[in-house]
C-alpha cells in the first residue's frame, strides 16, 4: 500500500536527486531535471491523494498567506 510515510520519504529522495543535478555545476541537463522534476510532481500528488489534502485549495491558500509577507531580512 501507498502509505503516507513511505510516499514522503520516495519525495524526499527524488526532491534531493533533483540537487544532485546541481552538485558540482552551474546547471542541468534539461532531459535529466525534467525527468527528476516529475517524480518529485508524481510522489506530491500521490501523497496529498492518500492524505486527501485537495493540494489546489492548499497552494491557493499559501499563495494567499505568502502575499502579505514581508521578505525582509530573509
Known sequence: PQLPRNLAASLAIEAAEVLE????RESADPAKLA???????LYLLQLASV???????AILEKLRRNYGRSWAGH
Open 21 to 24: 543535478l546541481y552538485q558540482w
Open 35 to 41: 525527468d527528476e522534476l516529475a517524480d518529485v510532481a
Open 51 to 57: 492524505t486527501d489534502i485537495d493540494l489546489e485549495a
